[in-house]
């Protein structure tokens, strides 16, 4: 890569992680997922994985960085749902931080930023990185 990594021209910093799947990556589809619910996808492993979440509401999805802000550990760390029973946040399993689940906002809890958004779009009910 040329130039300030780190500048904002350069994207979020998501995109420079080495297992980030590419645009147009087909990350399964749309009825694969609990309607609402949550899918927790992961590219690569260890210390090296790249994960991410598909939330799915009817047949819009979006997706976020699997990434709490509150201490940077997995919303899914301690496994258990990820969606409060009324499908609208997403609640991390650490700390109990919830975000809306349409566009990641904080809502309540320790996190005092939201989740990284990540560009999804859906193809004939096929899921697409953006
Ligand atoms: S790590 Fe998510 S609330 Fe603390």
Redesign the pocket.
Known sequence: MNGNPFAPEAGPAWRRHPQAPAPGTALGRVDEIEDPGVRVLSFGSGRRVFSMLLVRHGDAVRAFLDA?P????P?SWRGGSLLSEDGARLV?S????EFDADDGRPVS???DCGLDAIPVRVENGAIVMG
């Open positions: 709490c509150h201490n940077w550990l919303l991390c650490n700390h109990f931080a809890g320790p996190a």
